[in-house]
Structures are given as structure tokens and as C-alpha cells.
């Protein structure tokens, strides 16, 4: 079947600007559908007020094009990413191509209106929320290497090197009816270490935690073979208050065998074992490193024996009690 090219679609278009806390987002599209979707993932800015000493806005133009009505189903798999110093481009197929320019804070992208009807989740990581995490993260916030849950007291930061289990915790923890902002990377705010954002908030399992926690049927897979991974469709649940939170504890995430044990950690060995969990895109991102210095002063844990979930999801529980955490409430 021969494909036609990509047209925009001819339909009026929106201009909405967004605010996350200390940032602004604008979207220029010409598809409501996008604006719902955005919708989804930050707040409007109050109509006839300013922005005033924000920053100038993160630009989206999103262009939602004709053609290509049945859009076979796509997985991460197909996704291709060219990462370069300050821009990244990204695409699927042929059927969605963008462009991140980290460094301006600029993005755009055109997506087969086919594409965004059937899979608007996969849509709005890829040209939504991946986009303005990488954007944010050269301008009022850092990227750290962990996962997040939010209980009633706040969020729980859970940083680990990989393999340490953290996305089967945070997948559990989401089943136990935690709140969850990202299984591996989360955003935090420079100016205020303690204030949490979602970037892609996201849960990926490979197929022996999937069977583990008895996902198997539950998730979107993509890849192919034992290394094949489930991602957990939070978008479905995506409201902006739930894509940000206040840190009330950290925790490292020591070795997995053995029961669950939680041990409060001196400044000096919190960042000594904080430092072992660390990636390239915090240095990418330009990291400060007063981050960890912060969250090491209070509620700065140990996790040990992860492996025991119902042991580990107790202890999380038990947190809000802990009297590093109720000081902070």
C-alpha cells in the first residue's frame, strides 16, 4: 500500500499557554485534541493574568496532519531517537516526526491524525511529555535518577543504580494505591529541592516482574523476546496534581535479597550512596549537586531487601509516622 504525505489538517488553530511551578508552556496546534491531551498533563495559565518573573515559555507546535486513517499499532520499538549536544529528533514510522532544541526551548512535531486517535498515550510521551522534560531540565529544574511515589503525607523518592528494582517497587507500590510520578527519572525544581514534576510518568516492567505482580494481561508491551517490556498506561489516569508532589523522604535502594529493612542514613553516607545511582543525563541536564546535599539533611533512608515487596510496601507506609517525614508535613 502506497502511503500519501503527510498534510496538516485544515482546522482552527489553538494558542494555550500552561504553567508548572516556576516554568511556562505555551501550545500552538491545530488539532483540540492535543490541547485535551496537554490538558491532561498541566495546568492553564489563569486567563488575563501575567506570567510575570517566569521565564519565556517552552514553545510546542504540534501540527496534526491528514492521510494515513489506519495507523498500524506502534510500540517503543519503533521508535527511533538521534540525541545530539542541545537538539534530539525523534520518529515513528512515517508517521510522526519531531524535533526537541533543548538548548531554546523550542519543540515541533507532526503526527498522522490516524496515530493520535489510536494511540494518544503513546502520542502525548512522545510530542508532550518527553519533549518538555528535556526542556525543563536545561532551564528551572534537574533530572534525578529515580522513581517516585506519592502517598497522603507526599512523595517518596526511591534512587537506585539500575537493576536495584525500583520500577517492580514502584509497580507495586501503584497497585497498593500509591500515587506515582516516574518509575526512573523524575524532575525537581533547583530553586526549591523538595518540589517534584513528572516528566514521563511512566511505569516499564520486563516480563519477570510483569509475572511477578501478575501484570502479564495489564500492560502495553513493546521489543520483542525475554527483554520485551510492559509499560503500565498511567496517561489513562493523567490529571495535572497528580504529575507533582512534595518530597517527604528519599530512600537508596540497597541489595534485594533478605527481608525488608529500613535505615536512616547520616548526610555523609547518604551521598556517598546517592552518588552510586547516578546517569548521564543528570550531567546533561547539569544537575546541581545542592539537590542531594538537601534531601540528604531529613528523611534520607535506606532500603534494604527490596525483593520483599509486601515488607517494603509496609515500610513505605509507615513513613508519614517517621519523625523525619512529620516535621516536614
Not at 189 to 197: E, G, I, K, V
Amino acid at each position: 500500500m502506497v502511503r500519501r504525505p503527510l498534510r496538516a489538517r485544515s482546522a482552527s488553530r489553538s494558542d494555550v499557554c500552561y504553567v508548572v511551578p516556576d516554568d511556562v508552556i505555551r501550545l500552538r496546534t491545530n488539532d483540540p485534541r492535543v490541547v485535551a491531551m496537554a490538558d491532561r498533563l498541566w495546568d492553564r495559565a489563569p486567563r488575563g493574568t501575567g506570567t510575570g518573573a517566569l521565564p519565556a515559555p517552552v514553545e510546542f507546535t504540534i501540527e496534526v496532519t491528514s492521510g494515513h486513517a489506519d495507523v498500524p499499532l506502534c510500540d517503543a520499538g519503533d521508535e527511533r531517537w538521534t540525541v545530539g549536544p542541545d537538539d534530539v529528533e525523534l520518529s515513528l514510522g512515517d508517521v510522526l516526526k519531531g524535533r526537541i532544541e533543548c538548548a531554546t526551548g523550542r519543540v515541533t512535531a507532526r503526527v498522522a491524525g490516524g496515530l493520535l486517535a489510536a494511540q494518544p498515550a503513546l502520542v502525548a510521551r512522545l510530542v508532550l511529555e518527553a519533549p518538555a522534560g528535556a526542556t525543563l531540565a536545561r532551564r528551572g529544574y534537574g533530572v534525578v535518577h529515580a522513581g517516585a511515589v506519592v502517598g497522603p503525607g507526599g512523595a517518596v523518592v526511591l534512587r537506585g543504580a539500575p537493576g536495584a528494582g525500583k520500577s517492580t517497587l514502584v509497580a507495586a507500590a501503584h497497585l497498593a494505591g500509591f500515587g506515582v510520578l516516574a518509575d526512573e527519572a523524575i524532575l525537581v525544581a533547583r530553586r526549591d529541592p523538595d518540589q517534584l514534576l513528572a516528566a514521563v510518568r511512566d511505569v516499564t516492567l520486563l516480563p519477570d516482574s510483569q509475572r511477578l505482580l501478575g501484570l502479564d494481561g495489564s500492560v502495553v508491551r513493546s521489543g520483542a523476546g525475554e527483554r520485551t517490556k510492559g509499560r503500565l498506561d498511567l496517561f489513562a489516569s493523567s490529571t495535572p496534581d497528580v504529575r507533582r508532589a512534595r518530597r517527604v523522604a528519599s530512600i537508596l535502594l540497597g541489595p534485594r535479597t533478605g527481608p525488608a529493612r529500613l535505615d536512616p542514613l547520616t548526610p555523609d553516607a547518604f551521598l556517598a550512596e546517592f552518588a552510586r545511582g547516578a546517569i548521564a543525563q543528570e550531567r546533561w541536564s547539569g544537575t546541581p549537586a545542592h539537590i542531594a546535599a538537601h534531601w540528604s539533611q531529613e528523611g534520607a533512608f535506606r532500603l534494604s531487601g527490596a525483593s520483599d515487596l509486601p515488607g517494603a510496601l509496609a515500610l513505605l507506609r509507615s513513613l508519614p509516622g517517621a519523625s523525619a517525614v512529620r516535621r516536614r508535613a
